[in-house]
């Protein structure tokens, strides 16, 4: 798998998490200014939410970049950010992270809403660089340290048990902070619709 010349993407770009992240995000950020993205392995689909003036991918290793998005190199704990943004994004990261708990915690330090995705319930030991599996909504609780706001659970078509992921969506500052009906009822056209 090689991040930097785009074969991971281009081997992951048509499935159906990544379309439920976009619907998820026109859903909950359709009024957003900012967001950023924690590991985003040179994928390029934060150009999708171009109404969102500032958009930063930030990774370990290739972060994602282009003439609308920063791309920043480093390590969320060691980087400082001027303020919040309005949306925090990982997804598929935090399986492959040693300390997820303190990682989850940046997370919601990061954002004033925070989406993130998870493989759900894969069977341990049978993905390289996949340090927790199983995951499920309880081992995501414990590192976020309370349940999510909403979550969710996508499965790709004929795609046996490795093809779940668990969406969580968080508001920090209100955990009782409901997401229902008219957040996809008000939700952001996709382009040229």
């Given at each position: 798998?090689?991040?930097?010349?785009?074969?991971?993407?281009?081997?992951?770009?048509?499935?159906?998490?990544?379309?439920?992240?976009?619907?998820?995000?026109?859903?909950?950020?359709?009024?957003?200014?900012?967001?950023?993205?924690?590991?985003?392995?040179?994928?390029?689909?934060?150009?999708?939410?171009?109404?969102?003036?500032?958009?930063?991918?930030?990774?370990?290793?290739?972060?994602?970049?282009?003439?609308?998005?920063?791309?920043?190199?480093?390590?969320?704990?060691?980087?400082?950010?001027?303020?919040?943004?309005?949306?925090?994004?990982?997804?598929?990261?935090m399986e492959h992270v040693p300390e997820a708990g303190p990682f989850a915690q940046r997370l919601l330090e990061l954002g004033k809403l925070v989406v993130v995705s998870v493989p759900y319930k894969w069977p341990a030991g049978k993905t390289n660089g996949h340090i927790h599996d199983p995951v499920d909504l309880e081992k995501l609780t414990t590192w976020f340290g309370r349940k999510p706001n909403y979550s969710q659970i996508v499965k790709e078509p004929f795609a046996g048990s490795k093809g779940r992921r668990l969406f969580a969506i968080y508001d920090p500052a209100d955990p009782e902070k409901k997401f229902g009906s008219s957040y996809f009822s008000q939700r952001r056209p996709l382009p040229n619709a």
């Open positions: 798998m090689s991040y930097a010349d785009g074969r991971y993407w281009a081997g992951r770009s048509d499935l159906l998490y990544y379309q439920y992240f976009r619907m998820i995000i026109r859903c909950v950020g359709k009024d957003a200014g900012s967001m950023i993205d924690i590991g985003s392995g040179n994928a390029p689909y934060l150009e999708w939410f171009d109404w969102i003036a500032k958009r930063v991918s930030v990774d370990i290793r290739t972060p994602y970049r282009s003439a609308t998005v920063d791309g920043i190199k480093g390590d969320i704990h060691k980087l400082a950010f001027p303020e919040k943004f309005d949306i925090c994004t990982c997804m598929q990261v």
